[in-house]
């Protein structure tokens, strides 16, 4: 499994990954119905095409030459001091095999200047929960729209100190 920057020719596969992720995780929390069109909105090609080309941002895969096992997008705040992970989503059949750690320590490493990383988390999703607390996550906080603003997604965010 090697990690590389997403391409324009990976969208649809990324599209799909995220769709059935989102299908594995959230169905029983949110419903089919909400979770499609959650997915059809942040996850659209046109959304993800905008994020190749976003400033003091990260878009990386993890593929093993076959398929695409995750994907991760961070960017980082203006002062490039706090680096937000937007995204880190494995396919279900890849979970708990090294690839989001993979992953996200691929995204430390492409921002030195960065001393906070942020995720905001459902509080439901306990194995993401107990991803990132192995990963040095600790609670700092809530937000009542997770991803989006006025998305009505309750979340906790969670920080890990960097460098």
């Given at each position: 499994m090697?990690?590389?920057?997403?391409?324009?020719?990976?969208l649809e596969t990324i599209k799909a990954l995220l769709a059935e992720t989102w299908?594995?995780?959230?169905?029983?929390?949110?419903?089919v119905e909400r979770v499609?069109?959650?997915?059809?909105e942040w996850h659209s090609l046109a959304s993800l095409k905008a994020r190749l080309t976003r400033p003091n941002s990260e878009f990386l895969v993890a593929d093993d030459g076959k398929k695409i096992a995750g994907m991760a997008f961070a960017a980082a705040t203006s002062d490039g001091k706090v680096l937000v992970l937007h995204q880190l989503y494995i396919r279900p059949?890849?979970?708990r095999a090294g690839v989001?750690?993979?992953l996200l320590d691929e995204v430390e490493q492409s921002f030195p200047e960065a001393r906070t990383m942020r995720v905001e988390v459902e509080e439901a999703n306990a194995p993401a929960l107990v991803f990132y607390a192995a990963s040095g996550f600790v609670r700092a906080g809530e937000t009542a729209n997770c991803g989006a603003?006025?998305?009505g997604i309750p979340a906790l965010i969670l920080e890990k100190k960097l460098g």
């Open positions: 090697f990690v590389r920057t997403a391409s324009e020719r990976d299908h594995a995780t959230y169905d029983a929390i949110y419903g499609d069109e959650i997915t059809a059949g890849n979970q989001g750690r993979l603003e006025q998305s």
